[in-house]
């Protein structure tokens, strides 16, 4: 185990909207190269939670600490520099950008402030990222020609081309994919994760593919965390099963 402060620390991290509470009270802790599922039935606060943890949404209360870095604060690409990345589940692509621009974006708005690489040093390593999803042949294609599952995985190389990266947020990353492309999905992430201890936070409820990746979940419940466990122990958790299937 690498020490260190955990890579993702909330406490007491809430998110309002109105007089709803989306996210309550959440206090979750992730540490280094951990692969944590975050799993809930809908409207349970998973996708609220990414938003808040990549600065989207600003919290109402609460602290988030990335690093050992207080960063409920920061904007969105301050939040980027600390190391953390993110997918959305519906990906957000530029539809009349190629696909390398789109990996390019995050690194070229680096640039622009004056952070990061050389420009061809940036393209080469786009080049091998888009390798690594599989899909450097379709390099020069729109990105609107791509399928959502192709998308996923453009969006991941994306979330790639941050640097230095600690930490990334997938919001529903199977979600409507055909099974081939889950596949390279689920090696990609267990390839990161192995190879740089890179943590991961998934929003997902796709089982098979959790039980692969995931050494615990944490389960919300109506902005709640309810459980924390193996996939197995949340399971077979009560309060789980109410929240899920109702008492
Ligand atoms: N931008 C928003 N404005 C108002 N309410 C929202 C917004 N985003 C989410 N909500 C509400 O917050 C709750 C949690 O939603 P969400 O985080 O999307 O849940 P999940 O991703 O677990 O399905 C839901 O009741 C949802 O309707
Ligand atoms: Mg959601």
């Known amino acids: 185990m690498t020490a260190g402060p955990p890579v993702l620390e909330t406490r007491g991290l809430t998110k309002r909207f109105g007089g709803l509470v989306a996210v309550d009270q959440l206090s979750i802790t992730v540490p280094r190269a951990q692969i944590r599922g975050l799993i809930g039935p809908n409207g349970s606060g998973k996708t609220t939670t990414v938003n808040v943890l990549s600065g989207l949404y600003r919290a109402d209360g609460g602290e988030i600490h990335l690093c050992g870095r207080r960063t409920d604060k920061l904007r969105p690409h301050e939040i980027t520099a600390c190391g953390i990345a993110r997918t959305f589940q519906i990906p957000k692509l530029f539809g009349h950008m190629t696909v390398l621009e789109n990996v390019l974006l995050p690194a070229l708005a680096a640039l622009d402030r004056g952070a990061g690489g050389a420009l061809p040093e940036i393209t080469e390593r786009a080049r091998g990222l888009l390798d690594f999803v599989t899909l450097d042949r379709l390099r020069h294609a729109p990105a609107k020609e791509l399928s959502g599952g192709q998308s996923m995985l453009i969006q991941i ?3 790639l081309m941050v640097r230095p990266l600690h930490l990334i947020l997938m919001d529903e990353p199977f979600a409507g994919v055909h099974p081939s492309i889950r596949d390279i999905i689920l090696e990609a992430i267990l390839k990161m994760n192995r190879e740089e201890e890179i943590t991961f936070l998934i929003v997902s409820h796709e089982m098979a593919e959790l039980r692969r990746l995931c050494q615990r979940v944490s389960v919300m419940d109506e902005g709640r965390l309810i459980a924390e466990g193996t996939l197995e122990e ?10 899920y299937l109702g008492p």
């Open 157 to 159: 190389a994306r979330a």
């Open 234 to 243: 949340v399971a077979n958790n009560q309060l789980v099963l109410e929240a």
